[in-house]
């Protein structure tokens, strides 16, 4: 059983589409976090949700939308493309209670977005 | 402001070698939470520990061991006996539980190469 999933694992599409990455965690946690990280392997945090509420939103474009249906689910949504936004973006989860950020992050396995 | 620097972008060293990976951290935080993640080449992001900062035990896992030490404000990482499955860009994380609660800073990786 995965733990922290995320759909597609890889994602390449033009410069100007709209696109969405899926992520679900089964582990019953509170928090969940995307992460981008570049080719650089920097690996920065994007936004937070605790309970469906979003507690960060570390100064990304507001091209990139998250949403929180459920706390099981944290989906990312990007309006018009930029050859910039090529990474890999990691979902992750955690038991966090209260958003701190404190327990342990379990990742998923990453979407390798392209832009062309 | 939090930060995590990890000085050795790239490290080398032959199977069997032990090989220590450095991380210091800044905080202004009293209470705070390390970790070390490790990403080897498949991509995912493996959880391998969390340390609170009231807890300055070393801790050792088979062959993986930390050093913890706030005068220092370093928490190494040390692989005995090194393999070449342990070959992985490994990352060194800081939450703080209040300042930045819910942002968790990641310093920017040391690629470790271990050579048959």
């Known amino acids: 059983d995965t733990a922290v999933s995320q759909t597609p694992k890889y994602l390449v599409t033009q410069m100007g589409n709209d696109k969405s990455i899926k992520c679900e965690q089964n582990l019953g946690h509170d928090t969940m976090y995307w992460y981008k990280q570049d080719s650089k392997k920097f690996l920065k945090i994007m936004f937070s949700y605790n309970n469906k509420e979003l507690i960060i939103n570390e100064t990304v474009p507001n091209r990139f939308s998250p949403k929180s249906p459920d706390k099981a689910h944290l989906n990312l949504h990007i309006n018009s493309l930029e050859l910039g936004d090529s990474a890999v973006y990691f979902c992750?989860?955690?038991?966090?209670?209260?958003?701190?950020?404190?327990?342990?992050?379990?990742f998923g396995p990453g979407t390798r977005l392209t832009v062309l | 402001a939090q930060k995590v620097t990890q000085a050795q972008t790239e490290i080398s060293v032959v199977e069997k070698e032990d090989v220590t990976l450095d991380c210091v951290y800044e905080t202004r935080d009293t209470t705070y939470y390390l970790f070390w993640y490790k990403q080897p080449p498949s991509g995912e992001l493996v959880f391998l520990i969390r340390?609170?900062?009231?807890?300055?035990q070393n801790e050792i896992s088979g062959r993986y061991s930390w050093n913890f030490q706030k005068s220092t404000s370093s928490f190494n990482f040390t692989i005995t006996a090194s393999q070449v499955v342990d070959s992985a860009v490994y990352f060194c994380?800081?939450?703080?539980?209040?300042?930045?609660?819910?942002?968790?800073?990641f310093g920017d990786g040391t690629t470790l190469t271990v050579k048959p």
């Open positions: 340390r609170n900062s009231f807890d300055e």
């Open positions: 994380a800081l939450s703080e539980a209040y300042t930045n609660a819910g942002k968790s800073t």
């Open positions: 992750a989860s955690s038991q966090d209670q209260g958003g701190l950020g404190t327990d342990t992050q379990y």
